[in-house]
């Protein structure tokens, strides 16, 4: 039985070595030597530079999400730990104060964006 074929795009991701879509191209600031890493290689160490930094994920349903990055996976979900979520202004129960999670799993598909705390950044070795 022959394999289904792959959609155009997922064959031109799978050529070029990208496996979920969560990859971008070089960073503005990537030195000579960062020549020598693939893409992966670089996406691994950005990620891991932003290890336990504080992070706020905006999602599609209006909450915000504020918490310590802990780990991600292929899919893009993101675990934060400490985490705290707040509704979007907009709602009558809203009175501005976050329901602490605790320890959060936030599926890939409904995260808007990510910000970094700037505290976090100045940490940063790469930006």
Do not use: W
Not at 8 to 24: P, T
Not at 92 to 116: D, K, N, Q
């Amino acid at each position: 039985m022959a394999a289904p074929a792959l959609p155009e795009q997922q064959q031109r991701r799978r050529q070029r070595g990208e496996e979920n879509g969560c990859e971008d191209g070089p960073s503005p600031g990537e030195s000579v030597e960062d020549k020598g890493e693939s893409s992966y290689q670089r996406s691994r160490r950005k990620l891991e530079n932003l290890l336990n930094k504080s992070m706020r994920i905006r999602m599609t349903d209006g909450r915000t999400l504020v918490g310590c990055f802990l780990c991600t996976d292929r899919d893009c979900n993101v675990i934060l730990g400490s985490a705290q979520e707040y509704l979007k202004p907009t709602d009558s129960f809203s009175t501005g104060e976050p329901r602490v999670l605790g320890l959060a799993m936030v599926p890939g598909h409904h995260i808007v964006s990510i910000e970094v705390e700037l505290e976090s950044l100045a940490s940063l070795q790469y930006l």
